[in-house]
């Protein structure tokens, strides 16, 4: 009885939300009685790797295998898999990040393990049973669902738990798993990097705007936002059908589903199916000029007014209060 958790690096660095899934997994195995194992994929310096035991695993496997340089689903899946057959974890966690979300399934399968994605709250274990809160709906709704497979997959949805640093001496350990050819059946031949200076998905603030703005020669005064508050930029939907911004920031049913601490949300009417990927953001700012608009329905604080007006002042305040 063990808990393993993935841990995706990106350039050979981890994300916040890996710390986070290390956080969650950590307290698992501690409610379990257990030991916490990583396993890294790529290459990965020992300083990085070291980071790991901060947040709870006393122990991580990398895997340095040249076929395994960029993402590929099926054999990250089978690697997992047979780091968790090796340790005898009978829970695997992992982000529920872009990667994580194809990569959970396929390695419950591979490991015939019973499977949540989307979870927000750490399991309760109490009376042999595990039940875990998770997202439904497209984020409209919360359930609660039972495992009782013996083996069990978690992913948690980023930003839901926090990082908790739990520090613990962590021991390296490389692991050479076979690679199947069948597993390598389509690879990843060029990445193209988006131009977001953060990135959307693991941004903690993020900057918003939708069809109010008019046209695409009025998101000077956005970016200005984002750039003064360290954010991310997105938009909604028929803002990138237009190509007034890129299709990776659209945000929503369609697109990314984002959890930020802070969501900014300008000229934006708050459709269900824009709400479906940004309402478990933790505080959501809304600005509208019309009152009745939907999105003021989940809003934390909205600011009924003309965007022309609030954002150039919302901007000067935190020039004002920077210097
Ligand atoms: C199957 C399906 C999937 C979809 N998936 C997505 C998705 O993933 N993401 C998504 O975003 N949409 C999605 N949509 C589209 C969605 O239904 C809405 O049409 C869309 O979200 C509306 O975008 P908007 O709020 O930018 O534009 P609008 O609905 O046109 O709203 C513009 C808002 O700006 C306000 N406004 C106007 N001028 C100003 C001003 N000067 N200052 C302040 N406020 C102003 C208006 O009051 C209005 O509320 C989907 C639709 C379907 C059918």
């Known amino acids: 009885m063990s808990v393993l958790v993935y841990v995706e690096q990106v350039e050979g660095k981890f994300k916040k939300s890996v710390f986070e899934a290390v956080s969650y997994a950590k307290a698992i195995a501690d409610a379990q009685g257990s030991s916490l194992t990583a396993i890294a994929i790529g290459n990965i310096e020992v300083s990085e790797l070291q980071e790991l035991g901060k947040y709870g695993a006393s122990k991580v496997l990398t895997v340095t295998d040249d076929q395994l340089k960029t993402f590929v689903n099926q054999a990250y899946a089978a690697v997992v898999a047979e780091a968790a057959k090796k340790e005898g974890a009978d829970i695997v966690v992992l982000s529920n990040s872009f990667s994580g979300k ?144 890129p299709h990776s920031e659209h945000v929503g049913q369609t697109g990314i589903a984002i959890s930020p601490n802070l969501y900014i949300a300008i000229g934006i009417s708050g459709a269900i199916q824009h709400l479906a990927g940004v309402s478990s953001s933790k505080v959501i700012v809304v600005i509208n000029k019309d009152p009745e608009a939907p999105f003021f329905k989940v809003a934390d604080y909205g600011i009924v007014g003309d965007a022309f007006e609030v954002v150039p002042r919302l901007i000067e305040a935190l020039k004002a209060h920077k210097g």
């Open 102 to 245: 194809g990569l959970a399934p396929r390695i419950a399968v591979k490991l015939e393990a019973g499977l949540i994605d989307g979870a927000v709250e750490l399991p309760k274990m109490d009376g042999g049973q595990f039940l875990v809160k998770k997202t439904a709906f497209s984020g409209k709704a919360y359930a609660v669902t039972s495992l009782t497979s013996a083996i069990k997959v978690v992913a948690l949805n980023p930003n839901a738990y926090g990082v908790k640093e739990n520090a613990t001496e962590i021991s390296i350990e490389s692991f050479s798993p076979e690679v199947k050819a069948t597993d390598l059946a389509a690879i990843v031949k060029e990445i193209v990097r988006a131009t977001n200076k953060v990135s959307l998905p693991d941004a903690e603030i993020v900057v918003s705007a939708g069809r109010g703005l008019k046209g695409p020669e009025n998101w000077g005064m956005v970016e200005e936002l984002a750039g003064l508050l360290g954010a991310a930029t997105a938009c909604s939907k028929p803002v990138s059908d237009a190509d007034w911004r």
